[in-house]
């Protein structure tokens, strides 16, 4: 072969078998002349993964990407409150009617939890149970089926109180006189009853039973059922959901509570407001509870009760979250309404005007 033959092999391309041609595109693809991934732009970072802060709801970015949801991780536990094991009670027997038309706002979880919460610091409390729903009642886990004794009786037949009061189950010192279905035609068969307004109010007080308290758990609605209430209370409590909704329909309620004062009972008075699933994280519940607070003064607890999924798991094991689980906020904070609510009672600070 002569020399420009052999020049001529050397420059020409080598041909390339498919096994090399498998290492050379493997190699190719690990080496450093591989193409490079472009970064994804910021809108398409999935939620939940970024790497600041992107609600002004969130006071702090996720640091655990695993937890699908805030609510599913456990709730801290707060240092319990500086309180004494007994609490003061009220010089006499205090009657207080819970009310708000609307639905949602935590009527029940308030009268369930407060009552809980007085009970086992000392105080004898009874809880009438005046919703047809009896939600009040499986919180006590008592057994509210169409067959037992229940308010209905006492407001449609006349029996004594005390002759259908059941105790709580994990609350000594608490009775519970518990609500049935048949309480939702209770208002039909009164129609034609005399002063069928103060039915309760009668069976109340003839009440010989030492209790500290009494509370009255309301339906959400303004018919004769919540009047039978706010007749048979001398004070009312309102919770106060911290949202705009709740606030539209409390002047209506007021104005009730007025009517009920000026024609059947002149003891009546708004005594307690509580400020109930407040949520921190947002503007709206600070500005709500400062409206409030703003235009009823004094009368509003300074305890506020949080968004809690302890307070709302509690009833489905037929308990108040102050057995359920003690050291949740929400217990804590239930506690700490129930003792700033024991001394105003036991001072007589809840006995004012109150507003109106």
């Known amino acids: 072969m002569s020399a420009a033959a052999i020049a001529q092999a050397d420059s020409a391309p080598a041909e390339?078998?498919?096994?090399?041609?498998?290492?050379?595109?493997?190699?190719?693809?690990?080496?450093?002349?591989?193409p490079q991934v472009a970064t994804s732009p910021a809108w398409a970072m999935p939620l939940g993964h970024e790497p600041v802060?992107?609600?002004?709801?969130?006071?702090?970015?996720?640091?655990?990407?695993?937890?699908?949801?805030?609510?599913?991780?456990?709730?801290?536990?707060?240092?319990?409150?500086?309180?004494?094991?007994l609490w003061p009670k009220p010089p006499e027997r205090k009657v207080?009617?819970?009310?708000?038309?609307?639905?949602?706002?935590?009527?029940?979880?308030?009268?369930?939890?407060l009552a809980?919460?007085?009970?086992?610091?000392?105080?004898r409390v009874l809880v009438i149970d005046l919703d047809p729903q009896g939600n009040a009642s499986t919180a006590f886990g008592i057994d509210h089926h169409e067959s037992i004794p229940s308010v209905y009786d006492v407001l449609v037949q006349g029996a004594d109180i005390a002759d259908i009061a059941i105790p709580a189950v994990d609350v000594?010192?608490?009775?519970?006189?518990?609500?049935?279905?048949?309480?939702?035609?209770?208002?039909?068969?009164?129609?034609?009853?005399?002063?069928?307004?103060?039915?309760?109010?009668k069976a109340v007080d003839a009440l010989e039973t030492a209790y500290d308290y009494v509370f009255i758990d309301c339906p959400p609605s303004l018919g004769l059922l919540t009047v039978n209430a706010l007749v048979a209370g001398r004070?009312?409590?309102?919770?106060?959901?911290?949202?705009?909704?709740?606030?539209?329909?409390?002047?209506?309620?007021?104005?009730?509570?007025e009517l009920v004062r000026s024609h059947l009972n002149e003891e009546l008075h708004v005594a307690?407001?509580?400020l109930t699933m407040f949520d921190a994280r947002t503007r709206l519940a600070e500005q709500v509870a400062a409206e409030v607070r703003n235009h009823f003064g004094e009368t509003v607890l300074k305890a506020t009760?949080?968004?809690?999924?302890?307070?709302?798991?509690?009833?489905?094991?037929?308990?108040?979250?102050m057995t359920y689980d003690p050291g949740s906020r929400g217990a804590l904070a239930y506690a700490a309404a129930g003792y700033e609510f024991a001394v105003r009672a036991a001072s007589g600070t809840t006995n004012g005007e109150g507003a109106s």
């Open 16 to 34: 390339v078998g498919p096994a090399a041609e498998a290492e050379v595109d493997t190699a190719g693809a690990h080496g450093a002349g591989a």
């Open 53 to 85: 802060d992107v609600s002004r709801e969130t006071s702090t970015p996720l640091t655990d990407l695993d937890d699908v949801s805030r609510e599913t991780v456990p709730e801290p536990v707060a240092a319990p409150l500086a309180q004494p094991q």
């Open 96 to 113: 207080v009617t819970i009310a708000n038309q609307k639905g949602g706002v935590g009527k029940t979880t308030t009268t369930v939890n």
């Open 116 to 123: 809980a919460s007085l009970a086992q610091h000392g105080a």
């Open 172 to 201: 000594p010192g608490l009775d519970c006189v518990p609500a049935t279905i048949d309480l939702a035609g209770a208002e039909i068969e009164l129609v034609s009853v005399v002063a069928r307004e103060s039915r309760l109010r």
């Open 235 to 257: 004070e009312v409590l309102i919770p106060i959901q911290c949202e705009f909704y709740a606030l539209e329909g409390l002047s209506q309620l007021l104005r009730n509570i």
């Open 272 to 274: 307690t407001i509580l």
């Open 305 to 321: 009760i949080p968004r809690s999924v302890r307070i709302s798991e509690a009833p489905g094991y037929g308990q108040s979250v």
